[in-house]
């Protein structure tokens, strides 16, 4: 699959987010910088969806917040600690 031009992969429609952040998760596994361009994009989908009411389950959550915490902890404190929260 390839990530589309707004960040995300093709999703499984009832965990929206979860494909795009498993696939950033593996990309930062795999050392690529966290100032790639597909990890910006697919970063900045994620916190769209946050913005939206996103993720609202377990697997989708535990996945962003991985996600959050090795890309941007910083920046994204607020969010990690609400999900790690939510779990």
């Known amino acids: 699959s390839h ?6 992969w093709e999703e499984i429609p009832t965990y929206p987010g979860g494909v795009t952040a498993l696939s950033t998760l593996a990309l930062l596994s795999c050392d690529v910088k966290k100032d790639h361009d597909q990890i910006v994009r697919a970063l ?3 916190r769209k969806l946050d913005g939206a009411g ?6 989708v959550v535990a996945l962003t917040l991985m996600v959050f915490a090795e890309a941007s902890p910083k920046e994204d404190f607020i969010r990690i600690k609400r999900y790690a929260q939510w779990l």
């Open 3 to 8: 990530q589309r031009p707004n960040g995300s």
């Open 44 to 46: 900045d989908h994620l």
């Open 54 to 59: 996103q993720p609202k389950d377990t697997y």
